[in-house]
Each structure stands twice: as C-alpha cells, then as structure tokens.
C-alpha cells in the first residue's frame, strides 16, 4: 500500500476509509483490491493520483456489484480486475456486455479514436467506465451502501475480523 501509493498513502488511506463507511465492507476486505488495482493502473502509464481515482472507482464498482449479484466483493473485484486487463470473457460477470461495438463507443467518446487505437492506460479507462455504466443502468449503482447489512457482507466482514484476530493475537505470541 504504501509503495504503491507513496506520497499519497494518506489520501489513498481517506478514500479507502470512506469506500469501507459508504459500503460497509471492512477496509481490510478492500485494500489488496484497492491497491491492486492501483499497482496495475500504474503499470499502464497511470500517475499516482490517477491510479489513486482509478482504484477508488473501481473498487465502489466491486462493491456496488457484489451487493446487486450477490456475490462476494472478493469475487465481484478478481472479475473487475481481470476484465480491466483486457479479459473481456469476464464481461458477464460483472453484469455487462463488452462488445467491440460498446468498447468501441466508449473508447470514442472519452478519447476520441476507437478502443484498439488507445494507450493501455486508457483502454484501462474505457473499461471502467463500462462497468460503471452498466451498474448505472442496470441499478447497482450505490447497491452497496444499501445493502451494507446484507449477510454476505456481514459475513464477509466477520470472516476480516477473524483473520485480523488470528494475526494480531500471533504477533503477540510471537514477539
């Protein structure tokens, strides 16, 4: 987290905080996929303050997506971040169709040229807005934040806590 993020740890830590509050996932559930996505954003050309709004993006689309399917944002976020890399067979998982035409489309109007024309970086940003799209029309848009006592998510949540214990409680012994 803090490697990938450098000088913005404590902005990337506030957005984090607030995706947890907003969706009522457990920060600890979202980090690896927070900064997951932000590591590879980065590997595509992304600045640290772009890789930081692109995370923060995708992560709510995760969880927005999770609560709708009913699926676990787990799940919901290793199909998001597969899709973002150019897996296009994940499409359906996430609730979308990702056709040359939709790609296309999206590709033209944030950026002006067809999606095979672009930067990874912004075949990246495509992407995203595909998804972010389709939870809008399909009504997973802020699915999240009204599911935030769903059982998966409280399962979820209580599967963290029991991890966190385990590791705090072995660092005690350890030390």
């Known amino acids: ?18 995706i947890g509050e907003e969706t009522g996932i457990a920060t600890g559930r979202l980090k690896g996929t927070f900064t ?11 600045d ?5 709004d692109i995370s923060t993006r995708a992560t709510l689309a995760a969880a927005d997506g999770a609560a709708f399917y009913d699926k676990s944002i787990e799940d919901v976020a290793e199909s998001l971040q597969s899709f973002l890399k150019g897996n296009f067979a994940n499409d359906a998982a996430l609730g979308i169709s990702a056709t ?3 790609r296309n489309s999206a590709a033209i ?4 040229d067809k999606y095979k024309d672009l930067e990874e970086l912004q075949k990246q940003q495509v992407l995203l807005k595909l998804v972010e799209d389709g939870n809008a029309l399909g009504g997973a848009l802020g699915q999240a934040s009204r599911e ?10 209580l599967d963290q806590a029991f991890l966190e214990l385990k590791q705090a409680a072995g660092g005690l012994i350890f030390d």
């Open 1 to 18: 987290f803090d490697i990938v993020f450098g000088e913005l740890g404590g902005q990337a830590s506030t957005a984090l905080g607030k």
């Open 36 to 46: 997951q996505i932000a590591a590879f954003a980065k590997t595509t050309g992304a």
């Open 48 to 52: 640290t303050a772009t890789a930081l």
């Open 100 to 102: 040359e035409f939709t």
């Open 109 to 112: 109007e944030l950026f002006g």
């Open 148 to 157: 935030t006592d769903g059982l998966e998510n409280v399962l979820g949540n």
